[in-house]
């Protein structure tokens, strides 16, 4: 019986290409998703030593690469996205047609699994690409298949229609819960959270699910799925909501600008124009709230203006919300949080990207890391890496690769295709 190319493969340990660091080294992982939330997970994974390989179809590439603003080779020439420079580091690119109908395409990606500890897909019809998961298992019994999707796979439960469908970032805030209690109180409309922060959160959960099933199989357990949906996501972030609802009955409201629970916990304008958000929760915090405002606690008694919905929202605390933006609008933000400082009040002043890139504190921190862009031939600067660990820190070994950078190489070296194999596949839609 004529045995699959896959059967013949010797596994080579990760990493191969990547070099040693952090405390993921030793994991390879195979990324096939597109924005955003798979090959954030994916990064994650990278940024602290897994080494990462991303199938990127051919001649077209990951959506991401095309994303507003671009940046330029110093020549003007070549040139990719801002997303693709940050979001794509530390990854090989690997061009292949997903089209498991192609015998070639299914052979080359049936050697890529058995490489591999983890496979990160958010391809929602994946039967339609003709790849079923009981064949990856016979490849590889030890893979982590890690899925994200706007709504779960149907495997786990739900409707399978619902199941089904696309989704995108504003989509999961939608249907997750979350967009309802954000936003000014009603009639106004809910209010959209920028920066794709639900693709964020999916892939920061699925990136912590990924970790827990590669400690099950380094202890001696099988191959698994770990499933993400955007809107599960968000929906066990958000807070008391559920048990408040199901137990107590209380359907909680868009309130704005404050915390509408306890107080002082809102956002008001200082005297120079500048927004600042101050929170003080507890009985005793909230007292030395009141003394760094100046009033006087006898008359705001924290059980009257600030431990309860009722409280904040009774006559005596609306009228200390009142006091609270008086106070902030009679001075400079940077006057008002240093004051606040003094009684240990968190006071947080609304800042954007170009005053926190130029302040010392996050560069001290190593929050910024350099490196050689692949695509762009030059070096970028981005943010780097979180959470700090202290004797396994992440790096970044190399910039965002251009489009099929790694094909041949890995073709060769991984999956064991000769010289003469990898150019007979070339000018067939299957690699290139």
Same mark, same amino acid.
């Given at each position: 019986?004529?045995?699959?190319?896959?059967?013949?493969?010797?596994?080579?340990?990760?990493?191969?290409?990547?070099?040693?660091?952090?405390?993921?080294?030793?994991?390879?992982?195979?990324?096939?998703?597109?924005?955003?939330?798979?090959?954030?997970?994916?990064?994650?994974?990278?940024?602290?030593?897994?080494?990462?390989?991303?199938?990127?179809?051919?001649?077209?590439?990951?959506?991401?690469?095309?994303?507003?603003?671009?940046? $330029?080779?110093?020549?003007?020439?070549g040139?990719?996205?801002?997303?693709?420079? !940050?979001?794509?580091?530390?990854?090989? @690119?690997?061009?292949?047609?997903? /089209?498991?109908?192609?015998?070639?395409?299914?052979?080359? $990606?049936?050697?890529?699994?058995?490489?591999?500890?983890v496979?990160?897909?958010?391809?929602?019809?994946?039967?339609?690409?003709?790849?079923?998961?009981?064949?990856?298992?016979?490849?590889?019994?030890?893979?982590?298949?890690?899925? @994200?999707?706007?709504?779960?796979?149907?495997?786990?439960?739900g409707?399978?229609?619902?199941?089904?469908?696309?989704? #995108?970032?504003?989509?999961?805030?939608?249907?997750?819960?979350?967009?309802?209690?954000?936003? %000014?109180?009603?009639?106004?409309?809910?209010? #959209?959270?920028?920066?794709?922060?639900?693709? #964020?959160?999916?892939?920061?959960?699925?990136?912590?699910?990924?970790?827990?099933?590669?400690i099950?199989?380094?202890?001696?357990?099988?191959? !698994?799925?770990?499933?993400?949906?955007?809107?599960?996501? $968000?929906?066990?972030?958000? %807070?008391?909501?559920?048990?408040?609802?199901?137990?107590?009955?209380?359907?909680?409201?868009?309130?704005? /600008?404050?915390?509408?629970?306890? !107080?002082?916990?809102?956002l008001?304008?200082?005297?120079?124009?500048?927004?600042? $958000?101050?929170?003080?929760?507890?009985?005793s915090?909230?007292?030395?709230?009141?003394?760094?405002?100046?009033?006087?606690?006898?008359?705001?008694?924290?059980?009257?203006?600030?431990?309860?919905?009722?409280?904040?929202?009774?006559d005596?605390?609306?009228?200390?919300?009142?006091?609270?933006?008086?106070?902030?609008?009679?001075?400079?933000?940077?006057?008002?949080?240093?004051?606040?400082?003094?009684?240990?009040?968190?006071?947080?002043?609304?800042? /954007?990207?170009?005053?926190?890139?130029?302040?010392?504190?996050?560069?001290?921190?190593?929050?910024?890391?350099?490196?050689?862009? !692949?695509?762009?031939?030059?070096?970028?600067?981005?943010?780097?890496?979180?959470?700090k660990?202290?004797?396994?820190?992440?790096?970044?070994?190399?910039?965002?690769?251009?489009?099929?950078?790694?094909?041949?190489?890995?073709?060769?070296?991984?999956?064991?295709y000769?010289?003469?194999?990898?150019?007979?596949?070339?000018?067939?839609?299957?690699?290139?």
């Amino acid at each position: 019986m004529k045995m699959n190319r896959w059967e013949k493969l010797s596994r080579i340990p990760a990493p191969h290409f990547a070099p040693k660091f952090g405390p993921l080294t030793g994991m390879r992982v195979l990324l096939s998703g597109t924005v955003v939330a798979a090959p954030f997970a994916a990064q994650l994974l990278a940024d602290f030593g897994a080494e990462l390989i991303q199938i990127e179809f051919p001649k077209i590439g990951d959506a991401y690469r095309y994303q507003s603003p671009q940046l $330029f080779k110093e020549d003007g020439e070549g040139q990719t996205s801002a997303a693709w420079a !940050q979001g794509a580091r530390n990854r090989m @690119s690997f061009t292949l047609n997903t /089209n498991m109908s192609i015998p070639e395409a299914k052979e080359i $990606f049936f050697c890529l699994i058995k490489q591999v500890d983890v496979w990160l897909e958010n391809m929602v019809w994946l039967k339609k690409l003709g790849i079923e998961l009981k064949d990856l298992w016979e490849v590889n019994p030890k893979l982590i298949i890690g899925h @994200s999707s706007g709504f779960g796979r149907p495997q786990f439960g739900g409707n399978e229609e619902t199941c089904d469908r696309p989704s #995108y970032d504003p989509i999961g805030q939608a249907e997750s819960g979350f967009m309802s209690i954000n936003g %000014d109180p009603e009639p106004e409309p809910p209010r #959209y959270a920028a920066s794709f922060v639900n693709d #964020y959160l999916t892939a920061t959960f699925l990136f912590g699910g990924i970790c827990a099933a590669y400690i099950n199989v380094l202890n001696g357990g099988m191959g !698994q799925e770990v499933d993400m949906a955007q809107v599960e996501a $968000f929906a066990r972030v958000l %807070d008391d909501q559920w048990i408040s609802h199901i137990e107590a009955g209380v359907l909680k409201k868009r309130a704005g /600008n404050r915390v509408p629970i306890f !107080q002082p916990a809102s956002l008001h304008q200082a005297g120079d124009g500048r927004w600042c $958000f101050i929170g003080a929760f507890g009985k005793s915090v909230y007292y030395r709230a009141i003394e760094g405002l100046g009033l006087d606690p006898e008359y705001f008694k924290w059980e009257e203006a600030g431990n309860s919905f009722e409280a904040v929202w009774s006559d005596k605390g609306k009228e200390l919300y009142e006091e609270t933006n008086k106070w902030f609008a009679a001075r400079p933000a940077q006057e008002a949080q240093e004051h606040m400082n003094k009684y240990k009040i968190p006071v947080g002043i609304v800042r /954007n990207i170009k005053e926190i890139y130029e302040d010392p504190h996050w560069h001290d921190r190593k929050n910024f890391v350099k490196y050689h862009d !692949q695509t762009l031939d030059r070096e970028v600067e981005a943010f780097g890496f979180v959470p700090k660990f202290s004797q396994t820190p992440g790096n970044a070994w190399r910039g965002a690769p251009r489009l099929g950078q790694d094909t041949s190489t890995i073709m060769k070296e991984l999956l064991g295709y000769s010289e003469e194999e990898v150019n007979s596949l070339k000018g067939k839609n299957i690699i290139d």
